[in-house]
């Protein structure tokens, strides 16, 4: 038994490990951390990988300050727990953003319409042929250059129509 150490009270063994080095917290942010990183991709757990980012933050920084004080190697894992999660936490909240742009209808007219002058009914002007007959010259039905009655059409040109 010589190659276990010997403490002085008589107990032989290794003392017991410090359980206040933080590697503890620094797995369980990791984790978050890369759960996190999983779920931003689905739009249904996007929030859900919001809320695991920014435990796994908290998580990896309570690690690094523990791992400060204990002068202990978590500190690799630590760091890697807050950067993991610091990542995920931009991304989720980049995701959701942009799965609420894609879920929400846009409406085709943003532009709000001018309301429409208002007119108000004037009356038709006064004619002389009575009413239901058409006024001025523009409206009238009887072509230009022809008396008023309907005769058939000739053609115009120097041929004869034979039949």
């Given at each position: 038994?010589?190659?276990?150490?010997?403490?002085?009270?008589?107990?032989?063994?290794?003392?017991?490990?410090?359980?206040?080095?933080?590697?503890?917290?620094?797995?369980?942010?990791?984790?978050?951390?890369?759960?996190?990183?999983?779920?931003?991709?689905?739009?249904?757990?996007?929030?859900?990988?919001?809320?695991?980012?920014?435990?796994?933050?908290?998580?990896?920084?309570?690690?690094?300050?523990?791992?400060g004080r204990a002068r202990s190697?978590?500190?690799?894992?630590?760091?890697?727990?807050?950067?993991?999660?610091?990542?995920?936490?931009?991304?989720?909240?980049?995701?959701?953003?942009?799965?609420?742009?894609?879920?929400?209808?846009?409406?085709?007219?943003?532009?709000?319409?001018?309301?429409?002058?208002?007119?108000?009914?004037?009356?038709?002007?006064?004619?002389?042929?009575?009413?239901?007959?058409?006024?001025?010259?523009?409206?009238?039905?009887?072509?230009?250059?022809?008396?008023?009655?309907?005769?058939?059409?000739?053609?115009?040109?120097?041929?004869?129509?034979?039949?």
């Open positions: 038994m010589g190659s276990q150490p010997h403490d002085s009270r008589g107990y032989q063994g290794y003392p017991p490990p410090n359980r206040k080095d933080g590697r503890g917290l620094a797995a369980a942010g990791l984790i978050a951390g890369i759960a996190a990183l999983l779920l931003v991709w689905f739009p249904a757990l996007n929030l859900l990988a919001v809320a695991l980012a920014i435990i796994g933050l908290g998580l990896g920084i309570g690690a690094l300050v523990a791992a190697s978590a500190k690799g894992l630590s760091v890697a727990a807050v950067i993991i999660s610091a990542a995920a936490l931009v991304l989720s909240i980049l995701a959701a953003v942009m799965w609420a742009s894609l879920f929400t209808p846009m409406e085709r007219n943003t532009v709000t319409p001018s309301p429409e002058p208002t007119r108000t009914a004037t009356a038709p002007p006064s004619s002389s042929a009575g009413p239901g007959s058409p006024s001025g010259p523009a409206s009238s039905s009887v072509p230009t250059g022809t008396s008023g009655t309907s005769a058939p059409a000739t053609p115009t040109s120097g041929a004869t129509a034979s039949r």
